[in-house]
């Protein structure tokens, strides 16, 4: 993995910092995370009813699984800060399902580094722009504005800034 410095972070802005490697969506991880959220829709979790009922052919992911994924995206791809003690899932701006992702489809997510700021002494806000893309799929699964706290010792803080 590729490391970075704080210093270097502010050059980083409007590019993108990343492309993670493919993730098979399989019926086990689907069904897994149907029993973990209590979310068990014919369309997730039912093979032949999804393939009769549904105009998806077969079963589909979860939306809040592929959104779920970006964690493991981010880990693969994202440049770790040399400096981070810890990192914190702020939240999202924006988050839109924008195709239905089949049983066995593989994904991967592309990530921008949209925004960075400093809040306080020790943390660095950053703001990445994701696309969730599917495998030989035109339309991504997903598109996000994810925001992310990278916490630091305060002595690491670059100067001037």
Not at 4 to 20: K, N, Q
Not at 58 to 80: E, Q, R, W, Y
Request: hydrophobic share 40%.
């Amino acid at each position: 993995m590729r490391e970075i410095s704080l210093a270097e972070v502010e050059s980083l802005v409007r590019t993108e910092v990343g492309v993670s490697e493919w993730i098979t969506v399989d019926q086990p991880t689907i069904d897994m995370f149907a029993d973990a959220t209590h979310d068990h829709q014919f369309i997730h979790v039912d093979e032949a009813r999804a393939a009769a009922e549904s105009p998806f052919g077969g079963t589909i992911a979860h939306g809040f699984l592929t959104l779920s994924l970006l964690s493991a995206m981010n880990f693969d791809c994202v440049p770790k800060i040399r400096e981070q003690t810890m990192g914190i899932n702020y939240g999202f701006d924006r988050v839109r399902f924008m195709s239905p992702v089949k049983s066995g489809s593989r994904i991967r997510g592309r990530f921008t580094l949209a925004d960075t700021r400093f809040r306080g002494a020790g943390m660095l806000m950053t703001t990445y722009e994701v696309t969730v893309e599917i495998e030989n799929e035109k339309k991504p699964a997903l598109t996000a504005t994810w925001i992310t706290i990278v916490q630091f010792d305060p002595k690491d803080r670059p100067e001037g800034v």
